[in-house]
């Protein structure tokens, strides 16, 4: 048996799109998308359809670009022998080959990988006992929860210690215990040196595990870095606030005393409020509701999530 | 046994034994074995099973009724036996990637080493071989049950026979799991392509012909028993028929070959 590769070193560049176009007829799932991305958990966030799943089958080399070049460990081709095995997936969908137990499943998928009936066994019977299915191991497919069944397709993608770690929507199905022994189980991966990508179109769900966050939008990469600077861009961008009280504009006035407040509108008993940045405006409605003496009956707010935040960049970027 | 302990030291993701990625021959034999443990699971397939045993209980009413043309024999076999088979083939062909496009498991089947080549071998060896299985105990299971009534088979015959359902298996096994890989209405196209292409088209048109595995089968078990070295196919067309089924089975590892590197179903 070969000894395991040594991890990537931290600078490596472990997959690099170069303009990277991807498109199914007439129909453009990704445009022009380039980037470099290094070893450790990376979050790859877009509202649905905005083009994850095809990344992730990019960056797994399942399917060619239309146009540009992809790359992976510092420069390989998709076919090259030292990839073999360097690229784990878990893919979409809830279901799995039904008529396998769990045990039957990821052992074949490790003896595909070239390991002994014995060591196949041996290496899936770990696993699963590290997402908690030791007690549902030699179940079918098929009787196995949804959850469940996702912590088996979880298995096999930490069955091997991958360069490249591609988690399509890994939380899903998964309760808040579980939830945080994935979020183990992928961090664990990325101090090994994988790069791990783990994709969502639910900020939250990556805020805890990501360094670094990559933004699709219709196809679009709208942004990438850090998981600050997306989160300041988040938190920079113009907020809206629908404040339903008895007397708008006396509220209005204390807003406007308080915040840098860009737009106001009335109609009615409903005051709408702009402003520059979300934090501020936050910050300023408990002490303006306390100078008005007012009682809001209802609050909502508007430009403040990710959708907002892949529509303000998208515009940008348009 | 539900919840037997796992065994060895603890997991760790890179305290991992390192396997040495299998030849494209080793993993295709490994797909092989995988799928064909699928394929023989009787509830999975117990439709096959039925299928196969139809022309056999056929076969048996031919008996009793006790006709005495042998001309009915070979057309029986040729038009009924044949179509079990290729329907056979049918059902198992396009399901050989659809089931897993279907489930989300092929993404992550295709990312083992070797796997757009081996993936499609060996599981269209499994279904030629389980489909030749199926085929050969419905050429025994007819043979048995005409013999001593309406004639005896001769070993010639049984010959082509055998070479009918194992070469026929292979085509068919080949052409509808391309059929599968490019089309997710697989079984709709493949019924096409028996009803219209290889019943009708390879026998009218002659060009298209070539396209057809009952072109071939017809050169291989057309001939009526017990008169197969009088009649106007011969022995020399054995080998141009064996070549075409070789070839049509060829040419449909290579389509989903294609198929799985250009763009998987369900990637």
């Not at chain 2, 290729?86 to 659809?98: D, I």
Request: aromatic fraction near 6%; glycine fraction near 8%.
């Amino acid at each position: 048996m070969p000894q395991p590769p040594t991890p990537p070193p931290p600078d490596a560049v472990i997959l690099e799109f170069q303009r990277v176009t991807r498109q199914f007829g007439a129909r453009l799932a990704l445009l022009d998308v380039s980037l470099q991305l290094q070893p450790g958990v990376v979050g790859l966030l877009g509202p649905n359809g905005a083009g994850k799943t095809t990344f992730l089958n990019l960056a797994a080399g399942l399917t060619s670009p239309t146009s540009g070049e992809i790359t992976w460990l510092d420069g390989l081709p998709r076919r090259h022998p030292q990839l073999d095995n360097r690229i784990a997936l878990c893919a979409d969908g809830d279901q799995l080959p039904r008529r396998e137990t769990a045990l039957q499943w990821v052992a074949g998928l490790l003896r595909l990988a070239g390991c002994t009936a014995l060591i196949a066994e041996q290496r899936a019977k770990q696993v699963l006992d590290r997402v908690g299915l030791s007690a549902q191991q030699d179940q079918l497919l098929s009787k196995l929860s949804r959850g469940q069944r996702q912590r088996v397709k979880l298995a096999q993608a930490f069955a091997l210690p991958a360069a490249l770690v591609l988690l399509d929507e890994p939380l899903n199905a998964l309760d808040p215990v579980w939830r945080r022994q994935v979020a183990a189980l992928i961090q664990e991966a990325a101090d090994a040196g994988a790069c791990v990508i783990v994709s969502s179109h639910i900020l939250e769900e990556v805020e805890q595990l990501a360094h670094f966050l990559v933004l699709l939008f219709k196809g679009r990469l709208v942004a990438a870095g850090r998981q600050q600077d997306i989160r300041d861009m988040l938190h920079n961008q113009a907020t809206v606030l629908e404040i339903t009280c008895t007397d708008p504009r006396a509220l209005a006035r204390e807003l406007l005393a308080r915040a840098p407040v860009t737009l106001v509108r009335i109609a009615g008993e409903t005051l709408t409020i702009q402003a520059a940045d979300a934090d501020s405006l936050c910050r300023a409605l408990p002490p303006a509701v306390v100078a008005s003496g007012l009682v809001p009956a209802q609050v909502t707010t508007h430009g403040d999530d990710l959708v907002s935040l892949f529509q303000a960049l998208a515009a940008e970027v348009r | 046994m539900n919840g037997s302990p796992s065994s060895g030291p603890p997991w760790s993701y890179s305290d991992a034994v390192w396997p040495a990625p299998l030849s494209n021959l080793a993993a295709s034999f490994a797909h092989f074995g995988l799928h064909l443990r699928n394929l023989v699971n009787p509830r999975r397939s117990w439709p096959y099973y039925l299928l196969a045993l139809l022309p056999v209980v056929g076969s048996a009413g031919l008996a009793r009724l006790a006709i005495d043309d042998a001309s009915r024999i070979g057309t029986f076999f040729q038009e009924f036996a044949m179509r079990a088979l290729a329907l056979c083939a049918l059902g198992l062909g396009v399901g050989v990637f659809r089931e897993d496009a279907d489930s989300g498991a092929l993404p992550m089947l295709l990312l083992r080493p070797r796997a757009v080549v081996a993936l499609p071998v060996g599981r269209w060896l499994a279904v030629s071989v389980f489909v030749t299985v199926l085929g050969g105990l419905m050429v025994v299971g007819i043979d048995a049950s005409l013999f001593g009534t309406l004639f005896s088979v001769s070993s010639a015959y049984f010959v082509r026979q055998v070479l009918a359902v194992v070469f026929g298996a292979m085509a068919y096994a080949g052409v509808f799991m391309a059929i599968g890989a490019w089309f997710k209405s697989g079984t709709g196209f493949g019924l096409a392509f028996l009803l219209i292409v290889d019943l009708i088209l390879a026998t009218q048109v002659e060009s298209l012909a070539r396209l057809a595995p009952a072109h071939y089968l017809a050169a291989l078990v057309q001939t009526l028993p017990g008169k197969e070295l009088a009649a106007a196919q011969t022995a020399d067309q054995i080998p141009g028929a064996l070549v075409g089924l070789i070839g049509l089975a060829v040419l449909g590892c290579v389509a989903s070959v294609l198929r799985l590197r250009m763009d998987p179903p369900g990637a």
